[in-house]
T-cell receptor, first 111, second 114 residues
Framework: DVKVTQSSRYLVKRTGEKVFLECVQDMDHENMFWYRQDPGLGLRLIYFSYDVKMKEKGDIPEGYSVSREKKERFSLILESASTNQTSMYLC??????????FGDGTRLSIL | KQEVTQIPAALSVPEGENLVLNCSFTDSAIYNLQWFRQDPGKGLTSLLLIQSSQREQTSGRLNASLDKSSGRSTLYIAASQPGDSATYLCAVRGSSGSARQLTFGSGTQLTVLP
């Protein structure tokens, strides 16, 4: 079974902090994705990566950056956290054309 | 830009009923369509994936259909059970360039009453 592991289920940070969300997959997938999910807005793609050291912006990249130094790990970085980044963050991975597999999510609160 | 709509936003049915969830999308140039299930506070679980060349996919009590030309997909759940209660999301993958990522609908929250 594919396993996508997000480092934290719940996280509380303060405005202005630099925040790191980590995601690891164990199936050697080329593609990895970061989404945020908000009530009434659904899932929105922040960034994705098709290969190591490669990244592309999704629909809402502002205020975020990503890092993919190894194939199995994709990190989402909030450079200076703000309250409007309070959300559920979901990581996913896949092979090209195959279903995306999701982690359990990180519920992030910015105070 | 692709838009995906799911109606209704919420649905409540008694146990044992057969039911249909609807998904529509605006751009028919898709690579595939995927149905997911999400339990409260959890991530998404992939249920079925239909390639653009396929008309339907089945898994157990679930059957998903795709009509690409009309921009519609349905998820049919037979003999519903309380354990089917969850939010069901459909997502469409574009067929080229920056459209290759998934575009999600807002989901249908299903409650199956015992």
């Amino acid at each position: 079974d594919v396993k996508v592991t997000q480092s934290s289920r719940y996280l509380v940070k303060r405005t202005g902090e630099k925040v790191f969300l980590e995601c690891v997959q164990d199936m050697d997938h080329e593609n990895m994705f970061w989404y945020r999910q908000d009530p009434g807005l659904g899932l929105r793609l922040i960034y994705f990566s098709y290969d190591v050291k490669m990244k592309e912006k999704g629909d809402i990249p502002e205020g975020y950056s990503v890092s993919r130094e190894k194939k199995e790990r994709f990190s989402l970085i909030l450079e200076s956290a703000s309250t409007n980044q309070t959300s559920m963050y979901l990581c996913a991975s896949s092979r090209f054309g195959d279903p995306q597999h999701f982690g359990d999510g990180t519920r992030l609160s910015i105070l | 830009k692709q838009e995906v709509t799911q109606i209704p936003a919420a649905l409540s049915v008694p146990e044992g009923e057969n039911l249909v969830l609807n998904c529509s999308f605006t751009d028919s140039a898709i690579y595939n369509l995927q149905w997911f299930r999400q339990d409260p506070g959890k991530g998404l679980t992939s249920l079925l994936l239909i390639q653009s060349s396929q008309r339907e996919q089945t898994s157990g009590r679930l059957n998903a259909s795709l009509d690409k030309s009309s921009g519609r997909s349905t998820l049919y759940i037979a003999a519903s059970q309380p354990g089917d209660s969850a939010t069901y999301l459909c997502a469409v993958r574009g067929s080229s360039g920056s459209a290759r990522q998934l575009t999600f609908g807002s989901g249908t929250q299903l409650t199956v009453l015992p």
